[in-house]
C-alpha cells in the first residue's frame, strides 16, 4: 500500500512517502525552491501545495502520483467547519473590517477563517491539476478523486502519529505542544497494543506554543520561525519575570491549562526593534518564558505519566525543537525515556498523516497495522551519487580533486583549523543539519566559535553544536546513558564534562551545556568515520556540527546549492560525495 503523506496548511510544507508501514522519502519544500519555511503561515498562502517535495518523493520511489493509493494530507477540514456554522458556501471578505462582525457571529476566529477553510476545503483539485509544468511528468494524469484515496488528517494527530508511530517504542505516552492546528494547540494520547487514545486536548486560543511565538516576536525575531534563538538567549539571563509570567497560565486538571490575555508591552516594556542591540532586559524576558515553559510542560508531563500509565514518552509539534525543555523532561525522572520526533515542527505531520493512514487502511477496525518500521535516522531527503556530483562541477569549471579516503584527508583539513562544507548522501528531514548537509570545524579553539558565526552571518549569542561517536558520548557529555544513550537528533542539550570543556571550548554553551547529537557507523558511516579519524589525529571524537546554510536560507540540498553557499561565503573546504573543491583554488 502506497500512501503519499502532505502538510502545506501553515508552513515547512512537506511531503513524505509510506509503503506498507515503512519510510521510504520524506522531503521539505524550501530545500528546492530556496524559501525559508516554504512560505508563511497564513490564510492567504495556505492553498500553495509542495509539489517539488511530492515531486522528489515519487522520484526516489520511482513512481507516478498515479501509482499512490492513499494521499494523507495533515490538515482536516472537516473538523474546522464543524465548529461554525457553514453550509456549501461561505462568505469571503474583500475588507477584514467589514466582515469581522458577521465572521465573529458565526463563530470564525478571524475573518480571514472563511478564506482558509476554502483553500483546505479544495486542496483535491488543487493536487490533480496545480503541478507547475516543469512537474507534470511524475504528476499529471490524477483526477481530484484519484485514483488514490484522498484523507484529511486532524493536525495534531498528525503530529501525535509522527511521533508514536516513528519512536522506538511498542507503547508508549504522546505529547503534542504547537502553536495550534484545526483547534487544539496541546494534545496527550497513549499509543499501545496496536491502538492510539486520545486522552486530552487543549484548545484555542489557550497556547503555549503561540505565548513562545508571541514573546519571540516582542523580542524582535521572526515568530514561527526564530523561537530557538529565543532558547539560545534564556541561557544569558535571569528569569526575573517568571513569576509574573506563570501567573498568567494557570493549570487545571487533567492536562488543561489557560493563558491569560497578556499586554506584553505593559508587562515587559516595549517590543526590540528587529536589528537593534540587545539588552539584559531581553535576556531577561526570554530566561523568563523558557522558564515558565519549562515548569508548565512538566506539570502537564507529570499529568500525562500518570494518566497513561507509560514509561515512555514520544513527543511531536514545534515547541518539541526546545531541546533545553527536552533535556527537563529527560532528566525530570518521570519517564525512562523520552523520544521526539526530528521532523517535530509542522514539516513532520506530512510523515505522521502518512504513517495514521498506512496504519489505519492496513489494519482492522479495533486495531492499527502492527508496527515493522522505526526512525532511526533523519536522512530520508534527495541524494546525488558522484558520477552526478562531477557532472556538476566539470560543467561549472570548478578545479576539484577525487579524495582516496574522505574521512581521513578531510579529518587532516578540519585539524589545521579548516571550515568544511560537508556534502554528503540523503539530505535531512527536519530543521537541523545532521551531517548530510553541514557546515563542519573542529571545536578545539574556542575563537571556532565566533568564526562559524561570523561565517553564517548569525548573532553572537548564537552557540554552535558537536556532533560526537556513539561510543564516545560518556567520556565528554552527561547525562551519557539516558535515552538509550543517543542522541541521533541533536534534540537534547548535555552537560558538557567539566574536565572535558577545556578541550572543545568552541562546542560549548556559555553555560556549559552543549546540544549533542550522536553519530553511529550505522545511520552515517562516513560521518562516523570521519570522526573517528579525526579522534586519531588530535584525540577528540568531537567536531562542531552546524547547518550547511547561511543567514536566511534553507539549508544547501543540492550540488549547486553547497556550491553557491561555498563560494559565497569564507568556507575553506568543501567536500561533496568524494571530491574536494578547496577555496584557494578558486581565487
Ligand atoms: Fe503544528
Request: hydrophobic share 45%; proline share 6%; with cysteine.
Amino acid at each position: 500500500m502506497i500512501t503519499l503523506g502532505l502538510n502545506a496548511a501553515f508552513h515547512d510544507s512537506s511531503a513524505a512517502l509510506v509503503i506498507d508501514g515503512e519510510l521510504v522519502a520524506a522531503s521539505e519544500e524550501e530545500r528546492f525552491t530556496r524559501i525559508k519555511h516554504a512560505k508563511r503561515p497564513l490564510p492567504f498562502t495556505a492553498w500553495e501545495l509542495p509539489f517539488h517535495a511530492i515531486d522528489d518523493c515519487l522520484r526516489q520511489a520511482g513512481l507516478k502520483l498515479t501509482d499512490v493509493d492513499h494521499v494523507a494530507y495533515s490538515f482536516d477540514v472537516q473538523r474546522f467547519l464543524r465548529q461554525h456554522r457553514v453550509g456549501d458556501s461561505i462568505t469571503l471578505p474583500l475588507q477584514p473590517s467589514a466582515h469581522r462582525a458577521a465572521a465573529l457571529a458565526d463563530g470564525w476566529d478571524s475573518p480571514w477563517d472563511p478564506l482558509f477553510a476554502s483553500y483546505m476545503a479544495n486542496v483535491p483539485r488543487l493536487l490533480a491539476d496545480g503541478a507547475p509544468h516543469h512537474l507534470r511528468g511524475r504528476l499529471a494524469g490524477a483526477r481530484p478523486d484519484g485514483p488514490y484515496r484522498f484523507h484529511g488528517v486532524d493536525h495534531h494527530l498528525s503530529h501525535q502519529a509522527s511521533a508514536f508511530l516513528a519512536a522506538p517504542f511498542e507503547r508508549c505516552a504522546v505529547m503534542v505542544l504547537d502553536g495550534r492546528g484545526e483547534h487544539a494547540t496541546t494534545s496527550y494520547g497513549v499509543y499501545r497494543d496496536d491502538r492510539f487514545e486520545l486522552l486530552g486536548e487543549v484548545g484555542m486560543p489557550h497556547s503555549l506554543g503561540l505565548l513562545y511565538e508571541r514573546i519571540t516576536s516582542h523580542l524582535g525575531f521572526l515568530h514561527s520561525s526564530d523561537e530557538y534563538k529565543v532558547m539560545a538567549l534564556a541561557a544569558l539571563g535571569e528569569p526575573r519575570w517568571q513569576g509574573l509570567l506563570a501567573e498568567q497560565i494557570e493549570i487545571g486538571e487533567a492536562g488543561v491549562y489557560r493563558v491569560r490575555p497578556m499586554d506584553l508591552t505593559a508587562m515587559f516594556g516595549p517590543p526590540r526593534e528587529r536589528g537593534s542591540e540587545m539588552q539584559q532586559r531581553d535576556f531577561d524576558l526570554a530566561a523568563s518564558l523558557q522558564a515558565v515553559l519549562e515548569a508548565s510542560v512538566l506539570k502537564l508531563a507529570t499529568w500525562l505519566r500518570e494518566a497513561s500509565g507509560e514509561r515512555h514518552l514520544a513527543m511531536a509539534g514545534g515547541v518539541a525543537l526546545n531541546c533545553v525543555m527536552n533535556a527537563k523532561l529527560r532528566d525530570a525522572g518521570l519517564f525512562d525515556q523520552v523520544w521526539v520526533q526530528p521532523a517535530a515542527g509542522d514539516a513532520g505531520t506530512a510523515l505522521g498523516a502518512a504513517l495514521w493512514i498506512d496504519a489505519k487502511e492496513r489494519g482492522s477496525a479495533e486495531r492499527l497495522a502492527p508496527r515493522t518500521w522505526q526512525m532511526q535516522h533523519a536522512y530520508w531527503g534527495p541524494s546525488y551519487d558522484d558520477a552526478e556530483i562531477e557532472r556538476f562541477l566539470q560543467w561549472a569549471k570548478l578545479p576539484y580533486r577525487k579524495l582516496g579516503d574522505v574521512a581521513r584527508e578531510t579529518a587532516a583539513l578540519l585539524a589545521e583549523g579548516k571550515v568544511i562544507g560537508w556534502h554528503q548522501g540523503r539530505m535531512e528531514f527536519g530543521p537541523r543539519a545532521l551531517g548530510a548537509r553541514s557546515i563542519l570545524a573542529s571545536p578545539i579553539e574556542a575563537s571556532m566559535q565566533a568564526r562559524i558565526n561570523e561565517l553564517k552571518d548569525r548573532e553572537d549569542f548564537r552557540p554552535v553544536a558537536p556532533a560526537v561517536t556513539e561510543e564516545a558520548i560518556g567520556e565528554w557529555f552527561t547525562p551519557a546513558a539516558a535515552n538509550g544513550g543517543v542522541s541521533p537528533f541533536m534534540l537534547f542539550i548535555y552537560d558538557v564534562l567539566p574536565e572535558q570543556a577545556k578541550k572543545i571550548p568552541a562546542a560549548c554553551h556559555s553555560d556549559l551545556t552543549a546540544r549533542v547529537q550522536t553519530v553511529s557507523a550505522r545511520a552515517q558511516p562516513r560521518f562516523h568515520a570521519l570522526l573517528s579519524a579525526f579522534a586519531e589525529r588530535t584525540g577528540v571524537p568531537v567536531l562542531i556540527n552546524t547547518s550547511f546554510n547561511v543567514r536566511g536560507e534553507p539549508v544547501v540540498c543540492s550540488p549547486k546549492d553547497a556550491v553557491n553557499a561555498f563560494a559565497t561565503t569564507p568556507i575553506d573546504a568543501l567536500v561533496i560525495g568524494d571530491c574536494l573543491v578547496l577555496k584557494e583554488a578558486l581565487k
